[in-house]
């Protein structure tokens, strides 16, 4: 695995001398290669000074740092409350720079200038990069420097002890760690470890208790192979450390630190911030994201608000976007800094305009076609292929009986799930696979009972399921890299191309709220479409009894069952074919349960679809879930050489990015227990 360097200088500030860099940060993006092989990176850099900074400064340190493509600077946020000197003021700006790498061999970028805002560093300060674009083997692709972001100037109280959580995210999931930078490498000018502070390098963590003296502290802080942020200014003493009442204190519905929030391409994200102090003013919130980013603050008595906005563009595709905040508030002249939170916003495809439309015996779903890239009306189809859309001037319209065109349903305790999607499709002999291009979910829920609502998912999500005597349960189900289970194959790289014998890592798992819970995995089936009672198909497991010979079962516990099999001839017969496995969850210990007979030999009666249990054993297993994931394509021979060559993103993208596109409906209809004509029987209503 390629490793590289990357060079983080954060400094807090304070002190008596015109001085004025406040922090920087850089990371870099692969993004792929140009027709011409060379190589193309982006580079993001943040720096804040006492003014806003809008040049580009950087040199190439060694190796060959290629030539600019773009270059774009601007504010990312400021501040008029910064260290004591030069007005006061900061500015953090951020820019991006595109550039093309003639090879893939190291090099390095470097920045360096004089001087920090007074501390006791009182030095001049250097930001270096070392970029390795290097093949990892275990994605095949470049690898990808950690990803963070720092709040340039924080400030803390004396005499309040706290922990910074430094943003340390890998889109690789690398594990990230974080360390003072070394003097005899170049990584820093003073290499200061300021004492009262306490650097953990495996978690990223900074942890303050107690400083002595008032000043700012300047951090130089190194990220290897792995991601990190931050910066201090240690204030005089508080009488109450206590968040919430002079220090301010994040409220519902400001995200956690370490959220994950994805973000669609060409749509408008909004961040809710919300904060508190009962004995200062919260006026303010600090942000550190992209460029682009705006802050919009409001005021209500003791309540500050902020809606922090961001709009992806097709360049950030594809990018995990990091965003830190921190409320600021005021007592007089002294100003307060809550703790620092920070978020990854994964951008992923545009979604589109969509609506569903349930009636008692039908579903249909209008897509807007202007909402959709890259959407192809004459090659797409409903999940049995002979069902096609139509379309008008602006809309494609799928209207299909609850029965027919492939419609799957779904039950848990309180609804009945009809689910369908529009996918794409290639012709015989198309040269441009539009296969998985769009991919359309649409979902009508019908209440067993009493209340109708409508709703729309995300495919391949874990299954969440509600029963009486077992509450809430998940199931989560993931293909994964190696027998390691360590790295589950990302969403992003769905559907997965596996070659002839590979080894498929499989993985379920599942949660509940109830202790001493049992997965029973009853069977396993390969099938074309995502429908486990699919005429065509080809068993693994079936009534707990392994039918494959290749099948290994790995280590697994009470809640966790993994396995793997050869990749079969199977696959290569099918445009794509899905894993679909029926599940139960049993009470541990319990005699007589399904989960404690393991394998039995076939019943004569096949078990329903929906398959309910008796009341009396209610309590000690659930029903059967049927869960899925895929699909699986079988990887050609010339695609296994593009992808161990493996470098151009933007092709791969576009060849297989899988399109979701999620529609939130709402909408009312009455279900009279009139019944499809196939699969689903009406249950007794006590039945739970
Ligand atoms: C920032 O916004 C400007 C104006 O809308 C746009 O031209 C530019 O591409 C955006 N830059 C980035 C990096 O998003
Ligand atoms: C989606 O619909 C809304 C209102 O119905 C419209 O304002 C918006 O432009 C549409 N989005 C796209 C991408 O067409
Ligand atoms: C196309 O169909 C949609 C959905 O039924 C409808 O709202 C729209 O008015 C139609 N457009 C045209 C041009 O007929
Ligand atoms: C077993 O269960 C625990 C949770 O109780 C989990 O953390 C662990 O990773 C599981 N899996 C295996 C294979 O041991």
């Not at 240690?234 to 220090?247: A, F, Q, Y």
């Not at 080894?503 to 709220?513: E, F, R």
């Not at 249990?613 to 994931?629: F, P, V």
Request: hydrophobic letters at 35%; charged letters at 20%; aromatic letters at 10%.
């Amino acid at each position: 695995m390629a490793s590289y360097t990357l060079l983080l200088l954060l400094a807090s500030c304070c002190g008596a001398l015109a001085s004025h860099h406040y922090a920087g940060v850089m990371t870099f993006t692969p993004k792929g290669k140009n027709a011409d092989g060379s190589f193309r990176v982006d580079f993001r850099y943040k720096e804040t000074y006492h003014t806003c900074y809008t040049t580009n400064s950087w040199f190439c340190r060694s190796g060959n740092c290629g030539t600019i493509d773009r270059f774009e600077i601007g504010q990312v946020d400021s501040n008029s409350n910064g260290a004591n000197t030069q007005g006061n003021t900061w500015c953090q700006s951020e820019a991006l720079m595109t550039r093309n790498i003639p090879s893939n061999t190291p090099f390095e970028m470097w920045k360096t200038g004089c001087c920090w805002i007074p501390s006791d560093s009182l030095g001049s300060w250097s930001l270096l990069t070392h970029v390795d674009l290097g093949i990892r083997s275990d994605t095949n692709e470049p690898n990808r420097s950690p990803v963070t972001t720092i709040i340039p100037f924080i400030r803390i109280p004396r005499n309040c002890p706290r922990t910074f959580n430094l943003l340390a995210h890998d889109p690789d999931n690398d594990q990230v760690r974080c360390r003072y930078g070394r003097l005899g490498s170049n990584e820093c000018h003073t290499c200061r470890q300021h004492s009262g502070f306490a650097l953990d390098e495996n978690s990223c963590t900074l942890t303050y208790w107690d400083a002595f003296i008032t000043k700012v502290n300047a951090f130089e802080i190194v990220l290897e192979d792995y991601p990190t942020q931050f910066s201090i200014q240690v204030d005089p003493s508080v009488h109450d450390c206590t968040e919430g009442n002079i220090l301010p204190k994040f409220l519902f519905p400001t995200p956690q630190n370490g959220e994950k929030l994805i973000a669609a391409v060409g749509q408008e994200l909004e961040i809710k911030l919300k904060a508190t102090a009962t004995q200062s003013w919260v006026k303010n919130f600090i942000i550190s994201g992209p460029l682009n980013i705006t802050k919009y603050n409001t005021i209500r008595g003791a309540v500050g608000e902020s809606r922090i906005r961001w709009t992806p563009t097709k360049n950030d595709f594809g990018d995990h976007v990091p965003i830190c905040f921190i409320a600021e508030s005021q007592q007089g002249y002294r100003i307060f800094h809550s703790d620092m939170r920070c978020i990854i916003v994964i951008v992923k495809h545009k979604s589109g305009n969509a609506s569903v439309i349930c009636t008692e015996t039908t579903m249909t779903v209008e897509v807007e076609k202007a909402s959709i890239i890259g959407l192809h009306e004459d090659h797409l189809r409903l999940n049995d292929p002979s069902c096609t859309p139509t379309s008008n001037q602006t809309h494609v319209i799928a209207t299909v009986s609850l029965g027919s065109c492939g419609t799957v349903l779904e039950e848990d305790a309180d609804n009945l799930i009809f689910k369908n999607e529009i996918m794409s499709f290639d012709n015989v002999g198309d040269v441009i696979t539009r296969k998985h291009q769009v991919e359309i979910d649409f979902v009508c829920c019908y209440p067993k009972k009493s209340r109708v609502y409508l709703d729309f998912q995300a495919h391949k999500i874990p299954y969440v399921f509600t029963e009486k005597a077992f509450g809430k349960f998940t199931y989560q189900f993931e293909f994964f890299h190696s027998e390691l289970f360590n790295t589950a194959i990302d969403t992003d790289h769905y559907p997965v191309d596996v070659a002839l014998k590979d080894v498929l890592y499989m993985q379920i798992k599942a949660t509940s709220s109830v202790a001493n819970t049992v997965l029973f995995v009853e069977s396993c089936r390969a099938t074309p479409v995502d429908d486990p009672d699919y005429h065509i198909s080809y068993d693994i497991i079936s009534n707990g009894c392994i039918l494959d010979g290749t099948v290994v079962v790995y280590p697994s516990n009470s809640t966790e069952y993994r396995f793997g099999m050869e990749a079969f001839q199977f696959i290569g017969q099918h445009e794509q074919v899905f894993i679909c496995c029926s599940v139960i969850l049993c009470v541990a210990g319990e005699p007589g349960t399904r989960c404690s007979q393991g394998c039995t030999t076939p019943t004569p009666t096949p078990a329903p679809v929906l398959h309910h249990l008796h009341r009396r054993d209610a309590a000690t297993q659930t029903g059967r879930h049927s869960i899925s994931q895929g699909p699986l394509r079988l990887k050609k021979a010339t695609e296994t050489t593009v992808s161990n060559m493996g470098l151009n993103m933007n092709l791969v993208f576009i060849a297989a990015f899988l399109l979701v596109v999620v529609v939130i409906v709402c909408g009312a209809v009455i279900y009279t227990v009139k019944r499809p004509t196939f699969k689903y029987q009406p249950l007794p209503s006590t039945d739970f």
